[in-house]
């Protein structure tokens, strides 16, 4: 495991600022490889068990159609599980712990990706699913695998500074981001925004108050831009500040752009 998740620093996905970049940076990491992997691992058993029939076809659109409930339901009963009682202990213990670190800092890259011993465990079911069980437990596997390689690369892209160009992507980018920066007991598809709307977790961001733990959008901003004045000085304005950086305290100005674009 210690080779496989190498230790870091691994940087910022904010840093990422292309497609390609991000694209680059999402396989340089030394986990979502691992993840990769174990998807191929597991569609290679279940191609040897026979060829892809209708019935894997429909087993397949199911598995699509309940993938964004399935994903809500991890996120907010597992991933945001706290201490108390015996199952909301196991649960901070197996992922609450770590997702809190990443609410703490969002584009940390040591803190974003699924970790490979809980993907290596995964991966070693789902071959002896798909090598033992119905051709069609199998398929169901494969696409458990590839619903969390999605999920895995949809959360990457979104905490970068790529800016969402196409609707349904604007759509799930602006929603995980309020999630983040607005309340995190909302907003909590990742890759599909259907779970949200039909369990009543996609309000209008104004109805909803900011929770104490929430990092505030225009807060990040100006962090950025204070870390980006340091590092790289600009000249200065006719009132003394950084002509780059003026109007980076808010987030509907000019300098509400980078990493931290408004929500």
């Not at 703490?104 to 803190?111: E, V």
């Not at 104004?206 to 000085?233: K, N």
């Amino acid at each position: 495991m210690a080779r496989l998740d190498r230790p870091g620093p691994h940087g910022s996905a904010a840093e990422v600022t292309t497609m390609p970049a991000a694209l680059r940076r999402f396989l340089g990491h030394p986990r979502p490889p691992v993840l990769l992997g174990a998807v191929g691992a597991v569609a290679a058993v279940r191609v040897l068990r026979g060829p892809v029939r209708r019935r894997d076809a429909v087993t397949a659109a199911v598995c699509l159609g309940v993938q964004p409930f399935v994903e809500w339901g991890v996120h907010r009963g597992l991933l945001h599980a706290r201490p108390g009682g015996r199952l909301g202990s196991i649960g901070y213990q197996l992922a609450g712990y770590g997702h809190q670190q990443h609410h703490r800092d969002p584009t940390n890259l040591d803190t974003m990706f699924l970790r490979p011993r809980e993907v290596t465990a995964g991966a070693a079911a789902g071959m002896a699913v798909a090598a033992l069980a119905p051709p069609a437990a199998g398929t169901v596997a494969v696409c458990v695998g590839l619903g969390a390689l999605a999920y895995d690369w949809t959360h990457f892209l979104i905490h970068t500074g790529v800016r969402p160009s196409g609707r349904y992507y604007r759509r799930v980018w602006h929603g995980h981001r309020l999630h983040h920066y607005r309340n995190e007991r909302y907003w909590l598809g990742v890759t599909s925004p259907i779970a949200d709307v039909v369990l009543r977790t996609s309000p209008t961001r104004d109805d909803i108050p900011v929770s104490p733990t929430a990092l505030g959008a225009s807060a990040l901003a100006a962090r950025h831009d204070r870390d980006e004045r340091a590092s790289r000085p600009g000249r200065p304005g006719r009132r003394g500040r950084d002509v780059r950086t003026a109007g980076a305290a808010g987030t509907t100005g000019p300098r509400a752009r980078g990493p931290y674009p408004p929500v």
